[in-house]
């Protein structure tokens, strides 16, 4: 049957790219060029992960991301033209996995897809998560870096154990705020930019630049996923 991704795109030339480019590499492709359609499609299709256009006739982009979070996690990639970028943090609140900007090309959406892929089939019970050097312990709360144990205050242990919970995915400031302070903050960013400097500052080598947890300037952040260090 091979890995199925459902294409909700109304811009025919854009559809007919990505669903061919996909079919070639093996995936099996639903595409269709509406919200409606996409949210009948779906539950009889099950696709593995969702390429979605935000701007779509009638029921829009995000119309469908609340309307399929009411009933699936299964990973959505959106797509969104250049500059868009409210509409991007919008889409990621509502519970978009990631984003792709549009002009965009083929080797970063299948490496976008990848990703999602790859955090899709990562079980849930999975207690222990490996970047490079990175290593989280969800059940035993201990984090290390090259084999060294890094200690963490319980902030910003919650803010690594948010960004672990979604590896590859952005997360905006807001959801991130909601998620490690509660659901009553929202805009107070200035909260999670200090905590988030002390946390780089202890597991990257190079905060300023740094290799586990990449800023989406004007959206929020990401945790790299990398091959574990032997």
């Known amino acids: 049957m091979g890995t199925r991704i459902l294409v909700i795109e109304d811009e025919e030339p854009v559809q007919r790219i990505i ?14 060029d ?29 119309g469908v991301i609340e309307a399929l979070r009411e009933r699936t996690s299964t990973p959505i990639i959106v797509l969104s033209v250049r500059g868009a970028e409210a509409d991007k943090v919008r889409a990621l609140d509502l519970g978009a996995d990631d984003y792709l900007t549009k002009p965009f090309g083929l080797e ?12 899709a089939s ?12 990175l290593e989280v312990d969800l059940e035993r709360r201990l984090v290390s870096v090259a084999g060294k144990t890094v200690h963490l205050t319980p902030t910003e242990y919650a803010l690594l154990a948010a ?23 929202g805009s107070e960013n200035h909260y999670l930019h ?9 597991l990257e ?14 959206v929020g952040y990401r945790l790299v996923e990398e091959p574990a260090e032997d």
């Open 19 to 32: 669903a061919t480019n996909l079919s070639r590499r093996g995936f099996k492709v639903k595409a269709v």
């Open 34 to 62: 509406s919200g409606e359609r996409g949210l009948a499609a779906e539950p009889v299709f099950h696709p593995d992960l969702v390429l979605l256009d935000l701007g779509l006739p009638n029921l829009d982009g995000f």
């Open 108 to 119: 970063e959406l299948l490496a976008r897809v990848r990703v999602g892929l790859r955090h």
């Open 122 to 133: 990562r079980a849930a019970s999975e207690a222990v998560f490996r970047s490079g050097g």
């Open 163 to 185: 960004l672990v919970g979604r590896p590859g995915a952005v997360l905006t400031d807001r959801a991130l705020l909601r998620g490690v302070w509660g659901l009553e903050y």
């Open 194 to 202: 200090v905590v988030m400097a002390r946390l780089r500052k202890k």
């Open 205 to 218: 080598e190079d905060p300023a630049r740094p290799r586990y947890i990449q800023t989406e300037v004007g």
